[in-house]
């Protein structure tokens, strides 16, 4: 009776130990990126500010109504940047937090339309000097503590109060 027991046993270990663990949990899934939509050109009536520190003297902004949280992870939005001088930079972009990157989907026209970008890739936040708004925004307001809002309420909350409540508690 032990041996048959002791078969048995062994032979449940081998069965178990065959099935490739990476099944259990798909990890090695690969991801897809949804096709991104271009949202209206941003209205002033919709912009909500926010600051990327003392270094810069431009104005930054997020059109609320462009918010878009997808089910592929990525957040999208209207960033409109506005110098000291006057003049307007308005892009979508997207921002994937698991990765730290964004992605430049197009570029605001003079005549209020868009015009798609050339450039397909993902930049990482930390590799270009220029992307100031960008990392801000995934810190403080759109990834806290690298995580993304699960909706665009949350988003906009986080905007409009100066940091997200989760990025908050680590500064208390």
């Not at 009776?1 to 032979?11: D, E, G, H, R, S």
């Not at 949804?34 to 003297?57: C, H, K, R, T, V």
């Not at 006057?86 to 990765?99: K, L, P, S």
């Not at 990392?135 to 809002?149: H, Q, T």
Request: charged share 25%.
């Amino acid at each position: 009776m032990k041996t048959i027991f002791l078969v048995f046993c062994v032979l449940l270990v081998a069965a178990c130990a065959s099935k490739e663990f990476k099944d259990e949990f798909d990890n090695e899934k690969t991801w897809v990126e949804l096709q991104a939509q271009l949202p209206e050109y941003p209205s002033q009536n919709n912009l909500l500010p926010f600051d990327i520190g003392p270094s810069n003297n431009d104005q930054h902004f997020i059109d609320a109504t462009s918010i878009q949280v997808g089910e592929d992870g990525v957040i999208r939005y209207t960033l409109v940047i506005k110098s000291s001088s006057g003049a307007m930079n308005v892009t979508f972009e997207g921002m994937r937090c698991t990765t730290n990157e964004r992605k430049l989907y197009a570029l605001g026209r003079n005549d209020g339309d868009w015009a798609h970008s050339r450039n397909e890739d993902w930049q990482r936040l930390e590799n270009v000097r220029q992307l100031d708004a960008q990392r801000e925004l995934a810190k403080y307001y759109f990834c806290p503590l690298k995580s993304i809002v699960k909706t665009r309420e949350e988003a906009i909350n986080a905007l409009k109060t100066g940091i997200h409540p989760r990025v908050r508690l680590l500064y208390q």
